[in-house]
């Protein structure tokens, strides 16, 4: 009896986010991202380093389907992004956690509104968003803070409204991009060390940053952009000094 051929194995166990010979042009300039290869497995923790300009926040976008690519193939959590719907671009976006450096909170709306609105957005019941809001600001730290507006907390604690709102879908990806941008010393190691934690429960975060001593403390997987390429990517890695 003839014996099937095995499939080939992919490239990468367990991958979650493929980029393959990926380009990126806006309608004007050079290039944001040039050929990028860039294979990620679920699980993994990422920093993504480069000078301003080098094309971190494409990816970012990229990867969130906010932007398409120009050419070669992008694949997250299985969808081909080149490919995937319109209409199914709501329930993909579903599984991806956001922050951002500027936070992008609902001003007018209190901590817990502004939790409770991304389970609302996917029509959650009240009964579950009644559980899962507290639980998920126990986790960064503002129990005590539910009635707060924006403009009442320190930067520190808007970004952990910000990561909460992002994490209490559940998603199977968080990307953060510059998170402590706008943060002291003492809150960016903390919000990172949330980040690192949430990794540790089995979220896959990438996390794009400035921030070299913690890049460099924390011996994470390190991918290295200059002017739109990967110039490094490397396990337990460090910044490197484009200087
Ligand atoms: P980074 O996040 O690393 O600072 P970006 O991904 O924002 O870099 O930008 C990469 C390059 O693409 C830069 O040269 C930038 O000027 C350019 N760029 C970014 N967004 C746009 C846009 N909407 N239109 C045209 N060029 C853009
Ligand atoms: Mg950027």
């Known amino acids: 009896m003839a014996v099937k051929k095995k499939r080939k194995a992919p490239a990468v166990e367990n991958e979650i986010i493929n980029l393959t010979n990926v380009s990126k042009a806006y309608s004007t300039g050079a290039p944001a991202l040039k050929d990028v290869n860039l294979h990620i497995s679920r699980g993994e923790f990422v920093f993504v380093v480069g000078d301003s300009g ?3 926040s494409t990816l970012i976008k990229l990867l969130l389907r906010e932007l ?6 992008i694949n997250v959590m299985g969808y081909d992004l080149s ?4 209409r199914k671009i709501p ?4 599984n991806l956690g956001i922050v951002f450096q500027d936070f992008r909170l609902l001003k007018d709306r209190n901590v817990y509104e502004n939790v409770a609105f991304a389970q609302r ?12 809001v507290p639980s998920i600001l126990a986790i960064v730290g503002l129990a005590g803070k539910y009635k707060a507006k ?3 907390l320190s930067g520190g604690e808007q970004q952990r409204v910000a990561l909460a ?3 209490v879908n559940q998603p199977t990806i968080l990307l953060a991009d510059e998170p402590t941008g706008n943060l ?18 089995g979220t896959t975060v990438i996390v794009v940053t400035h921030n070299r001593e913690i890049v460099n403390a924390m011996q994470k997987r390190v991918v290295t952009l200059r002017r739109g390429v990967i110039i490094s990517d490397e396990e337990k890695g460090g910044y490197i000094d484009e200087d």
């Not at 329930?91 to 579903?94: L, S």
């Not at 959650?124 to 899962?132: C, F, M, Q």
């Open 165 to 167: 709102r992002a994490l």
């Open 184 to 201: 002291d010393p003492k809150n960016s190691w903390e919000i990172m060390k949330l980040l690192e934690q949430i990794n540790e429960n």
């Open 83 to 86: 490919k995937i719907k319109h």
């Open 91 to 94: 329930k993909f976006r579903r």
């Open 121 to 132: 957005i996917i029509q959650k019941s009240n009964k579950e968003i009644k559980k899962n």
């Open 68 to 73: 398409t690519i120009s050419s070669g193939y």
């Open 150 to 152: 924006p403009r009442q």
């Open 54 to 56: 080098s094309g971190k």
